[in-house]
Every structure is written in C-alpha cells, then in structure tokens.
C-alpha cells in the first residue's frame, strides 16, 4: 500500500474514532491534531524508508534510545548504545532472521553501523546521528 493511501486509510479511521462517545466503548477524547501529525509522520517515514515499517520501528528503536542517552548526560554524550540482534527481534516481536537483513539494509544507508559481535549502533558523524528521525 502507498504511502499516501496509508493516511487516508488513516485519516478515515480516526475521523470515526474521533466521532464516537464514551458509550462505544472508545475513549472518547483523542487530541486529533496530534493523531494527525503522528499518521503525517508515518507517512513520510514509509516514503523514506521504501514502505518498510519493520526497518522504520527497529531505526526508531535505535534512535529512542540514542537520544535518552545522549539527554541523560550533561557532559560529553556516552558511546552510543549497542543493539544485539536477538534484543531487537524479541522487543518488536519480529523474526530475527528479518531483523538481520533490515539492519543490513539500514547500515548499508549508512544509518548504523555493526560493532563486531557486540552488535549494533546509531552511525555518528560528528557526534551527532547519521539521520534523526
């Protein structure tokens, strides 16, 4: 599916979300505006990342994390976190095999980089990330 019907398919959904009362069974307050930026977001993540939204989460992951750690330190940033490969699959519950061919696909970009064994880092240049999502 396109991006493009991805947040149509979207927008068409939350629109009826947003439409129904505390009796659905629904939430009944959704800040749409937010909604709104968070599918426009999805939307131009699937463009830059070719559809692909398994390797959009396992980047997103990554750079979560990145950024919790680089906030947490006043001084210098620490090294960047090492990902296992095992850690990732197991966290957004996605085969490992697949989780290995998109973190091949995501270094390849340039995006990351493999530490060896020890496995895998948001790619720096110049102390900051190669791409920030």
């Known amino acids: 599916m396109a991006a493009l019907d991805l947040t149509a398919l979207s927008l068409v959904k939350l629109r009826e979300l947003s439409h ?36 959009t989460l396992i980047l997103a992951l990554m750079q979560r994390q990145y950024l919790r750690d ?13 990902f296992k490969l095992s850690d990732l699959a197991h966290k957004l519950d996605i085969p490992k095999e697949t989780v290995r061919r998109k973190l091949e696909s995501l270094e390849e970009r340039g995006w990351i980089r493999k530490q060896g064994s020890a ?6 240049i110049n102390g900051k990330p190669a791409i920030c999502l």
Do not use: H
């Not at 496995?119 to 720096?124: D, R, T």
């Open 70 to 82: 680089a906030l947490s330190y006043a001084g210098d940033a620490p090294e960047p976190k090492t």
């Open 20 to 55: 129904r009362g505390p009796e659905s069974g629904a939430c009944g307050v959704i800040d749409f505006n937010a909604v709104l930026l968070l599918v426009s977001m999805l939307s131009e993540f699937c463009e830059l990342f070719d559809n692909d939204i398994q390797e």
């Open 119 to 124: 496995g895998w880092q948001v790619q720096e």
